[in-house]
């Protein structure tokens, strides 16, 4: 029987997470059916020493939840149209996180909430105690990291810009 990933695994920095949440299953339960698929690509964003990440310019009342402790859900809006999930990661009052970034079958995190019909509704949610949306181990997973710079912050400094913090999962399981 699939594992639920619990609370202690993401209280960890976000540079550590990222390349062990890769081929862990993303799942969501919906009233009609339930999605289960590998995930396959994050990005990092590092708190407010990083340019690229919200709470660069602080605690907003958008950011709030990025503040609290590991393993809750940051998603956000873009463009009036496309919802970002992002998971907490790290202690409480060191805010980080990791924009799920693709699945399985879908590339483009705009396109993976909508498939999921993940909105604003879930801003806060624990992935550890959620019935609607958690993240479960893959034990049969395996396969390669690559690096890339993050997509989409042309408003950060270019050292932010060019750090290699988004990680592709080349693998299968």
Known sequence: MPEKILKDFYQKDALDIAPEILGHHLVRV???ETFRYPITEVEIYRGEDDTGCHVSR????????????GGLVYVYLVYGMHWMLNVVTGKKEHPQA?????????DGPGKLTKHLQIDGSFYGEDLSVSDSLWIEKN???????????????????????????????????
């Open 139 to 173: 034990p049969d997973k395996n396969g390669e990291i690559e690096k890339y710079p993050r997509i989409g912050i042309d408003y950060a400094q270019k050292e932010d810009r060019d750090r290699l913090w988004r990680l592709k999962w080349v693998g299968s399981g």
């Open 98 to 106: 990791l924009l799920i970034r693709g699945i399985s079958g879908f």
């Open 30 to 32: 919906t009233e009609r």
């Open 58 to 69: 602080g605690k907003t009342k958008r950011t709030e939840v990025m503040y609290r402790e």
